[in-house]
C-alpha cells in the first residue's frame, strides 16, 4: 500500500456521460498531481494541486477539471465522455512541489467508455 | 521543453542475466531524473533518484543507475534479473513547472 488512495479501482460508462475520480494523498504530502496513462499516448500530466490551489496544467482537455478539498483529498472531474478517454488515470502526491522530489502513486482508476 | 525518450520498447532477458535499460532525456539545466517501476495492474513505484553528486544512484530491489551527462543518459541496470523483475520501467526528468515528464516506457519480459 503506496499511501494513495483512488476510487473507484474500475469504472465503466456511457458516451456523453460524466464521472467523478477521487484521490487521497499519502499523509502529510501537500501537492497532488493527475497523469492519462493510455497505450498510444503513454504517460500524460494532467494537472497538478498544491496546497489546494492549482500549480501547473499539462495536457488536460477543457472537458475535464480537478480540484483539491481543504482535507487535501483530490477529485478529477470527467464530462461529456468519449470513447478515447477510456485510460488508466493515475493520481500521485508529493511533500511540495520543488523539482526533484519523486512522486507516490495510486493504484489507478481504470475508465472505460462505452 | 523537457523530453525523456526510451528507445527499447520491449526487453527480453533470460534470468539471472544483466540488464541494462536505456534512457536519454532533453533538459536545459541540471536535470532530476528517476527511475519507476509499474507491475501490471499496479500504480508506478519509485526505484531509485538522481539529484546531485555521485552519478552512480543505487535504487531498491537491487537496480543501480548511471547518470551521463554528456550523453544525456540515465540507464538503469541490474546485474543478476529475477522472474520477478518482469514489469514496464519509466524513466522520467522533473520539468520546469515541478511535474514528471515521463517517457514512453519499456516493458521487461523474463525468460526461465
Known amino acids: 500500500d503506496s499511501g494513495v488512495t483512488q476510487t473507484p479501482k474500475h469504472l465503466i460508462t456511457a458516451t456523453g456521460q460524466r464521472v467523478t475520480l477521487r484521490c487521497s494523498p499519502r499523509s502529510g504530502d501537500l501537492s497532488v498531481y493527475w497523469y492519462q496513462q493510455s497505450l498510444d499516448q503513454g504517460l500524460q500530466f494532467l494537472i497538478q494541486?498544491?496546497?489546494?490551489?492549482?500549480?501547473a496544467k499539462g495536457n488536460i482537455l477543457e472537458r475535464f477539471s480537478a480540484q483539491q478539498f481543504p482535507d487535501l483529498h483530490s477529485e478529477l472531474n470527467l464530462s461529456s465522455l468519449e470513447l478515447g478517454d477510456s485510460a488508466l488515470y493515475f493520481c500521485?502526491?508529493?511533500?511540495?512541489?520543488?523539482?526533484?522530489?519523486?512522486?507516490?502513486f495510486g493504484s489507478g482508476t481504470r475508465l472505460t467508455v462505452v | 521543453a523537457q523530453s525523456v525518450t526510451q528507445p527499447d520498447i520491449h526487453i527480453t532477458v533470460s534470468e539471472g542475466a544483466s540488464l541494462e535499460l536505456r534512457c536519454n532525456y532533453s533538459y536545459g539545466a541540471t536535470p532530476y531524473l528517476f527511475w519507476y517501476v509499474q507491475s501490471p495492474g499496479q500504480g508506478l513505484q519509485l526505484l531509485l533518484k538522481?539529484?546531485?553528486?555521485?552519478?552512480l544512484v543505487q535504487g531498491i530491489k537491487g537496480f543501480e543507475a548511471e547518470f551521463k551527462r554528456s550523453q544525456s543518459s540515465f540507464n538503469l541496470r541490474k546485474p543478476s534479473v529475477h522472474w520477478s523483475d518482469a514489469a514496464e520501467y519509466f524513466c522520467?526528468?522533473?520539468?520546469?513547472?515541478?511535474?514528471?515528464?515521463f517517457g514512453k516506457g519499456t516493458k521487461l519480459s523474463v525468460k526461465p
Open positions: 500521485a502526491s508529493s511533500v511540495d512541489i520543488g523539482q526533484g522530489n519523486g512522486y507516490t
Open positions: 538522481y539529484f546531485s553528486g555521485d552519478t
Open positions: 522520467a526528468v522533473s520539468g520546469s513547472q515541478g511535474n514528471l515528464i
Open positions: 494541486y498544491y496546497n489546494g490551489e492549482e500549480r
